[in-house]
């Protein structure tokens, strides 16, 4: 407990309110696909995905369920708990536990990513025992995968089906396993050490570029506050207590709300328009563009998407997914196209 007491506070963080931004939305509409933040080492990436862990609403879980299923949510359950239920178990034993940061190993092997199936056991006694891998411990969870462009393509395009599907499909030799795996995805990557296919990063819902700060006053707080926060982690928790109860509380707000935001048809308009404009492939774009600016109008509490909330996304939404421009010419800059169409 004394670990998770005393992490790093999300709203101590000085600057990268991009980020934090995209963390919270993916916080309240998982369906939004995740986030990729991009960037440089020591730019709080990896401290800003722990410290959002705090701010999330307990969970109302199956006791014993290695999944972690929700009681309630019947059309979810893995197939031990609806073993349990046709046994009679009915109603499901509850329990309550935090949500958690779940990290994928850099080295993960496939099998360590999905888990593996015991087929001795499934051809002897016709059995399915299953040894759940990350996917199954990330159930409900946040899934941080660190330097994600360092990891096989076919690793990468697992977590991302996953990540689409909400369930996770194991088979091996006829034999199959499926349980869910609804989980809040975040990557991070140093484009120095190599670049993702533009297939692999069309399918991260956001995407955030993230660089050491240049303001002077800036870097001199972020000193002060890691110097303030190891020498009292407690107090200085306490002190940022009712910012992070306020965050806290208007993201436990937009997870109940977002679903009756209205999404007017003048906004989808919009929206399409700008994935028009701006070229980008399929329509992935213009339905996470949907998801992130409901998640945003939830999250300031308006009941009703506004042109302000898609301005407020669209940048995460398109900066990965714009076609590179040929060699010799200047790209435009996103934020003015995106200003202009919008005034326009």
């Given at each position: 407990?004394?670990?998770?007491?005393?992490?790093?506070?999300?709203?101590?963080?000085?600057?990268?309110?991009?980020?934090?931004?995209?963390?919270?939305?993916?916080?309240?509409?998982?369906?939004?696909?995740?986030?990729?933040?991009?960037?440089?080492?020591?730019?709080?990436?990896?401290?800003?995905?722990?410290?959002?862990?705090?701010?999330l609403?307990?969970?109302?879980?199956?006791?014993?369920?290695?999944?972690?299923?929700?009681?309630?949510?019947?059309?979810?359950?893995?197939?031990?708990?609806?073993?349990?239920?046709?046994?009679?178990?009915?109603?499901?034993?509850?329990?309550?536990?935090?949500?958690?940061?779940?990290?994928?190993?850099?080295?993960?092997?496939?099998?360590?990513?999905?888990?593996?199936?015991?087929?001795?056991?499934?051809?002897?006694?016709?059995s399915?025992?299953?040894?759940?891998?990350?996917?199954?411990?990330?159930?409900?969870?946040?899934?941080?995968?660190?330097?994600?462009?360092?990891?096989?393509?076919?690793?990468?395009?697992?977590?991302?089906?996953?990540?689409?599907?909400g369930?996770?499909?194991v088979?091996?030799?006829?034999?199959?396993?499926?349980?869910?795996?609804?989980?809040?995805?975040?990557?991070?990557?140093?484009?120095?050490?190599g670049?993702?296919?533009?297939?692999?990063?069309?399918?991260?819902?956001?995407?955030?570029?993230?660089?050491?700060?240049?303001?002077?006053?800036?870097?001199?707080?972020?000193?002060?506050?890691?110097?303030?926060?190891?020498?009292?982690?407690?107090?200085?928790?306490?002190?940022?207590?009712?910012?992070e109860?306020?965050?806290?509380?208007?993201?436990?707000?937009?997870?109940?709300?977002?679903?009756?935001?209205?999404?007017?048809?003048?906004?989808?308009?919009?929206?399409?328009?700008?994935?028009?404009?701006?070229?980008?492939?399929?329509?992935?774009?213009?339905?996470?563009?949907?998801?992130?600016?409901?998640?945003?109008?939830?999250?300031?509490?308006?009941?009703?998407?506004?042109?302000?909330?898609?301005?407020?996304?669209?940048?995460?939404?398109?900066?990965?997914?714009?076609?590179?421009?040929?060699?010799?010419?200047a790209?435009?800059?996103?934020?003015?196209?995106?200003t202009?169409?919008?005034?326009?």
């Amino acid at each position: 407990m004394a670990v998770e007491r005393y992490t790093f506070p999300f709203t101590a963080i000085v600057g990268q309110d991009r980020m934090k931004m995209a963390l919270v939305l993916n916080a309240i509409n998982p369906a939004i696909g995740g986030v990729l933040i991009r960037g440089e080492k020591g730019t709080a990436k990896s401290t800003a995905v722990r410290a959002l862990a705090r701010l999330l609403p307990d969970q109302v879980v199956v006791d014993g369920c290695h999944f972690g299923c929700h009681p309630e949510d019947l059309e979810t359950l893995c197939s031990q708990c609806r073993d349990r239920l046709n046994d009679g178990e009915n109603p499901l034993p509850t329990a309550t536990r935090r949500m958690r940061v779940v990290e994928l190993p850099i080295n993960a092997s496939e099998d360590r990513v999905v888990g593996t199936i015991d087929l001795e056991a499934a051809l002897k006694e016709g059995s399915k025992r299953f040894e759940p891998g990350v996917l199954a411990e990330a159930n409900r969870n946040i899934l941080y995968v660190d330097e994600v462009n360092l990891l096989d393509d076919h690793i990468v395009d697992v977590l991302l089906d996953a990540a689409a599907m909400g369930v996770n499909v194991v088979e091996r030799e006829g034999v199959s396993v499926m349980h869910p795996a609804r989980f809040i995805l975040v990557g991070t990557m140093n484009p120095e050490e190599g670049e993702l296919r533009p297939q692999l990063l069309d399918r991260f819902g956001l995407c955030v570029d993230v660089e050491g700060i240049r303001d002077l006053d800036q870097r001199v707080k972020i000193v002060e506050e890691r110097a303030s926060w190891e020498d009292d982690p407690a107090g200085f928790y306490e002190q940022h207590g009712p910012a992070e109860d306020e965050v806290r509380g208007r993201i436990a707000e937009g997870i109940a709300t977002f679903p009756e935001v209205d999404l007017p048809r003048q906004i989808l308009r919009l929206i399409a328009q700008l994935s028009i404009t701006l070229e980008v492939d399929g329509h992935r774009s213009d339905l996470v563009c949907a998801r992130a600016a409901q998640a945003k109008a939830a999250y300031d509490r308006a009941g009703s998407v506004e042109v302000s909330h898609v301005t407020g996304v669209a940048e995460m939404v398109y900066s990965h997914r714009i076609r590179q421009v040929p060699f010799g010419k200047a790209a435009p800059a996103l934020g003015e196209v995106i200003t202009r169409i919008v005034s326009a």
